[in-house]
């Protein structure tokens, strides 16, 4: 079975940077896209950002330029750099993948971007 534990949140200014990151462990398959999601209350998860095994990329028409997803598939990790941060970036962040046709989700890391 596969888990995901995030890491790095916290609070910053708008303007500011954080650095995200999410470490599989168990069963993970380092071919599986890993993605991370964002979700604020009174709101659907959404995905912010999403890289494949061999580092192509998506993002979120409002995090592009701004937030950047890279993955260590030796460390079964994906990392998530967000500069210029704004705070409509506020929200709880998943590190998400998928195996066997079955979602994994993390726990959540709690990112607050103060104006």
């Known amino acids: 079975q596969v888990q995901l534990v995030e890491s790095g949140g916290g609070s910053v200014q708008a303007g500011g940077s954080l650095r995200l990151s999410c470490v599989a462990s168990?069963?993970?398959?380092?071919?599986?896209?890993m993605a991370w999601y964002r979700q604020t209350p009174g709101k659907e998860r959404e995905m912010v950002a999403m890289?494949?095994?061999?580092?192509?990329?998506d993002y979120r028409g409002a995090v592009k330029g701004r937030f950047f997803i890279s993955r260590d598939n030796g460390k079964k990790a994906v990392y998530l750099r967000m500069d210029n941060s704004k705070p409509e970036d506020t929200g709880v962040y998943y590190c998400?993948?998928?195996?066997?046709?079955?979602?994994?989700w993390g726990l959540g890391t709690q990112v607050t971007v103060s104006s």
């Open positions: 168990g069963n993970f398959v380092g071919g599986n896209v």
């Open positions: 890289i494949t095994s061999g580092g192509v990329t």
């Open positions: 998400h993948t998928q195996t066997d046709g079955i979602d994994i």
